[in-house]
């Protein structure tokens, strides 16, 4: 079974900066993408950011600019960095890992709650 846990969210104020984290039971260099979803109230879940295997990062529209993904194979742990925050950004974030191919499966984190308010 493979367990992504998120840490590092809270509250925090417009302008601020934060990192969530997210820690993966297995080696996240196995999997072909890892990345962040976002959920706010009443809405969609969304992507963030992803990283694939050989580590091309892509953003959805209108992140690359607050928000950079990383990741460290060696520890098996997944990193948003995310400035500027806005009170938009509040949100439930949860970490991603997925296999494609011929047996895609998805994997997620329980999720962290960022709440951006003064």
């Known amino acids: 079974q493979v367990q992504l846990v998120e840490s590092g969210g809270g509250l925090v104020q417009p302008g601020e900066s934060l990192r969530l984290s997210c820690a993966s039971s297995?080696?996240?260099?196995?999997?072909?993408?890892v990345g962040w979803y976002r959920q706010a109230a009443g809405k969609q879940r969304e992507m963030v950011a992803r990283?694939?295997?050989?580590?091309?990062?892509e953003y959805s529209e209108n992140k690359e600019g607050r928000f950079a993904i990383t990741k460290d194979n060696g520890r098996n742990i997944i990193y948003l960095n995310i400035n500027r925050l806005k009170p938009e950004d509040t949100a439930v974030y949860y970490c991603?890992?997925?296999?494609?191919?011929?047996?895609?499966?998805?994997?997620w984190g329980q999720g962290t709650q960022v709440t951006v308010s003064s």
């Open positions: 991603y890992g997925g296999d494609t191919g011929p047996n895609p499966r998805d994997f």
């Open positions: 297995r080696r996240i260099a196995s999997f072909n993408w």
């Open positions: 990283m694939s295997d050989y580590g091309r990062a």
